[in-house]
């Protein structure tokens, strides 16, 4: 059975349910990236819905696998049977408009957005809740590959080799460094690198603060400056970064072991992810090379659809995933014919992390069950479920309802669990440069480790108009 038509949305993480941050895990310190979500048809003149399989976060975006869809909805008001039993909401609600004399009184549309907020949270489902008009619409803005910021992806680590293992906050031996810039951001156009160490902010030292406190610091409205004072080599710099919305490419690309394998990061999971990851293999197979190596750390998702075509290009037929409604029945997505690089002869390997979620482990997850890919690094974040993302009319926000469950092809739910490694292998207490999960997949591959190899793109997961799960220097409906 092939992909479904409508495509399904993977809601990304809360991000209060993510894993807390290690002296040696990394964040991007952007803001929200403001995605171009495609146009979704509308089913009725005021409501419009979206199906998701992504792991949400207030507004920040752990997208998973979704695809956009048009569903049937009912006529909108209070249904005639229904009449007498919303009695009480009225009377309350007249009550309240006609009577209440407290020092606020709230407007009639934050009164029915608590209304509907509190539907919602009496659900007792992370993954179903209510948004207000702003945090909804940036929610919708995240899907796309765009973010407003400097750029930058940046790591709490100990000063020296050996010192503190659990930083909290710079200074007594711990400091805030420099992962990488983030391709194509100010950061990088301003010569921001990797291993630079963030001292302070707009001539104010950092010493003392969290990385919160610091990105907090960092973040603020595009077209103004930040001045970052960095070390490196020992000098004292001060960098001027203006803050702009610049576009974060999907798919990045670099060889490694003398030419031999292809290393391809994925930093979403969207139409334009699926076109570049199809291009960079493409070119990496006519380049001769068989050893592929899928970077899907920090990955939060996105559709379920390209979730679906990134994984045919390794699997020719069959299952790919399973969607479960909420009656039970299950229905099979199998792979699309055509795949670059499904003779057995390509080697894949996939990196993955804890904040590997949604549509990313439905990629994951299909190679390491159809036998086509080892996953190495770290248990998965567990997202398995799907989310209908509903606009309200009126400007009221909007909804993330969870409709259906998605299940790997030999039907495992990996719902808080999560996707094991076949090789594990982690970052904890490396330092910024390094990348030893990426050392562990060459290494299971054949190849020497590299001497200074990058670590991937931690995902950007700002709350809707805010931070990612790696921190960010920039101001997306998730991902900073």
């Known amino acids: 059975m092939s992909a479904p038509k409508n495509p399904v949305h993977l809601d990304p993480p809360d991000p209060a349910d993510l894993p807390a941050f290690g002296p040696a895990s990394t964040r991007e310190l952007d803001q929200e990236p403001i995605a171009q979500a495609r146009s979704p048809r509308a ?29 049937v909805a009912t006529t909108p008001g209070t249904p005639i049977t229904e009449e007498v039993r919303f009695d009480p909401f009225w009377d309350v609600y007249s009550l309240i408009q006609k009577e209440f004399a407290g020092s606020t009184k709230p407007s009639q549309d934050q009164l029915v957005q608590a209304a509907i907020k509190g539907m919602m949270e009496s659900l007792n489902d992370p993954f179903s809740y209510y948004q207000g008009p702003e945090d909804f619409n940036n929610s919708l803005l995240s899907v796309g590959g765009q973010a407003e910021g400097i750029g930058v992806q940046i790591q709490i680590q100990a000063t020296l080799p050996g010192g503190p293992t659990n930083c909290s906050k710079v200074g007594d031996g711990c400091e805030l460094a420099i992962v990488s810039p983030i391709p194509g951001s100010p950061a990088e156009a301003a010569g921001i690198k990797a291993g630079d160490v963030i001292t302070g902010v707009d001539g104010v030292s950092v010493d003392g603060l ?13 077209d103004t400056t930040v001045k970052l004072t960095i070390e ?12 702009k919305v610049y576009s974060r490419p999907e798919v990045n690309t670099r060889t490694l072991a003398n030419g031999s394998v292809e290393y391809i990061d994925v930093a979403g999971i ?8 199809d291009l960079a293999l493409a070119n990496a197979l006519a380049a001769g090379r068989k050893a592929i190596v899928i970077d899907l750390r920090g990955n939060l998702g996105g ?3 390209d979730a679906v075509k990134m994984a045919s290009e390794f699997i020719p037929s069959g299952t790919i995933l399973y969607q479960q409604d909420a009656s039970g029945a299950q229905s099979e997505i199998s792979a699309t014919p055509g795949g670059r690089g499904t003779d057995p002869s390509v080697k894949v390997i996939v990196l993955v992390d804890k904040n590997t979620a949604s549509a990313a482990e439905i990629l994951a997850g299909a190679l390491q069950a159809r036998g086509r890919g080892l996953l190495v690094g770290t248990t998965t974040y567990g997202k398995g479920i799907v989310q209908e993302w509903l606009p309200l009319p009126n400007n009221d926000g909007g909804i993330h309802l969870t409709v259906a469950r998605w299940l790997t092809p030999n039907k495992v739910w990996i719902q808080t669990k999560g996707l094991s490694p076949d090789i594990a292998a982690t970052t ?9 999960v990426l050392d562990a997949a060459l290494v299971s591959l054949g190849f020497p480790p590299e001497a200074t190899a990058s670590p991937s793109s931690a995902p950007s997961l700002s709350p809707a108009p805010s931070l990612s799960p790696v921190p960010s220097l920039s101001p997306v409906p998730s991902p900073s």
């Open 210 to 222: 969290t990385v919160d406190q610091i990105t907090a610091k960092v973040k603020g409205p595009k």
């Open 428 to 436: 904890d207490g490396a330092r910024a440069g390094t990348d030893p």
């Open 232 to 243: 490196r080599g020992g000098e004292s710099i001060d960098v001027s970064i203006v803050r």
């Open 270 to 277: 969207n139409t334009p992810a699926s076109s570049q990851f």
């Open 43 to 71: 089913f009725q003149p005021s409501r419009l819905s979206f199906l998701i399989v992504a792991v949400l976060a207030g507004s920040a975006l752990f997208l998973g696998g979704y695809t956009l869809g048009s569903r």
């Open 303 to 305: 559709y379920v659809p």
